[in-house]
C-alpha cells in the first residue's frame, strides 16, 4: 500500500514558477514509476510528467515541456515537479499517482495509488 500527499500549489502570475511536492509512504520508494496529472472541473485527467522508479527516465506531456522537470528523491521518499513559466492554462488541481509496484504505466488508469491533489491557479 502506498499513501501519496501532494504540497507546493498556490496562487502564481503568469511567467512565474512553482514547485510542487508528493511525499510517499510505505517501503521500496524507487521501485514505483510515479506520475504527476492534472484535472480541471468538466474535463478529464491529463497525463503531465512521469518517472522511472530509478529517476534516470522522463516523460512529458507535449503541452509542458521545456517548462516542467520531474524529480525524485529516494532519501525523501518524494516526487517533485518543478513549474517554471506557468501559464494561465496551467490551472488545475495537481495529482501525484503510482501503479503498482515495478510497472511501467502507459497511461492513467495504470497508476494504482492516487493523492488527493493540490491546486495550482495561474492568473493572467
Known amino acids: 500500500q502506498v499513501q501519496l500527499v501532494e504540497s507546493g500549489g498556490g496562487l502564481v502570475q503568469a511567467g512565474g514558477s512553482l514547485r510542487l511536492s508528493c511525499a510517499a509512504s510505505g517501503q521500496n520508494f524507487g521501485t514505483y514509476y510515479m506520475g504527476w496529472f492534472r484535472q480541471v472541473p468538466g474535463k478529464e485527467r491529463e497525463f503531465v510528467a512521469s518517472?522511472?522508479?530509478?529517476?534516470?527516465?522522463?516523460d512529458y506531456a507535449d503541452s509542458v515541456k521545456g517548462r516542467f522537470a520531474i524529480s525524485r528523491d529516494h532519501a525523501r521518499s518524494t516526487v517533485y515537479l518543478q513549474m517554471n513559466s506557468l501559464k494561465p492554462e496551467d490551472t488545475a488541481v495537481y495529482f501525484c499517482?503510482?501503479?503498482?509496484?515495478?510497472?511501467?504505466?502507459?497511461?492513467?488508469?495504470?497508476?494504482?495509488?492516487w493523492g488527493r491533489g493540490t491546486q495550482v491557479t495561474v492568473s493572467a
Open positions: 499517482a503510482a501503479p503498482r509496484k515495478y510497472y511501467i504505466p502507459s497511461d492513467a488508469k495504470d497508476y494504482r495509488y
Open positions: 518517472i522511472s522508479g530509478s529517476g534516470g527516465s522522463a
